[in-house]
Nanobody, 121 residues
Framework: QVQLVESGGGLVQAGGSLRLSCVVS????????MGWYRQAPGKQRELAAT???????AYADSVKGRFTISRDNAKNAVYLQMDSLKPEDTAVYYC???????????????WGQGTQVTVSS
């Protein structure tokens, strides 16, 4: 089975920093893309940052310049360094991986359970 385990969320004051991590386990052939999505209370889930392939990175405008996504292919992990956090960053952050399982041709999206990030004013 494929599993995504997230960690690093918590409570932080505005202007502070957090670092989220996500590790993928299972019989993985290739992880084509990884990313972080977030869902605030009463809001729809939205993209925060993604990294596709080796170096193609995209950020939401709202986090650009403050968040940094990185990937460790050897560890099947993706990280999100969040600096200068704002109260509006408060959300549940979900890790996403688009991957193919060993022996399979098709890619599928897998999601972590989410980690809570709360930014106080």
């Amino acid at each position: 089975q494929v599993q995504l385990v997230e960690s690093g969320g918590g409570l932080v004051q505005a202007g502070g920093s957090l670092r989220l991590s996500c590790v993928v386990s299972g019989r993985i052939n290739n992880i084509n893309a990884m990313g972080w999505y977030r869902q605030a209370p009463g809001k729809q889930r939205e993209l925060a940052a993604t990294i596709t392939g080796i170096k193609t990175i995209a950020y939401a405008d709202s986090v650009k310049g403050r968040f940094t996504i990185s990937r460790d292919n050897a560890k099947n992990a993706v990280y999100l360094q969040m600096d200068s956090l704002k109260p509006e960053d408060t959300a549940v952050y979900y890790c996403n991986a688009r991957l193919s399982r060993w022996g399979m041709r098709v890619d599928n999206d897998y999601w972590g359970q989410g980690t809570q990030v709360t930014v106080s004013s």
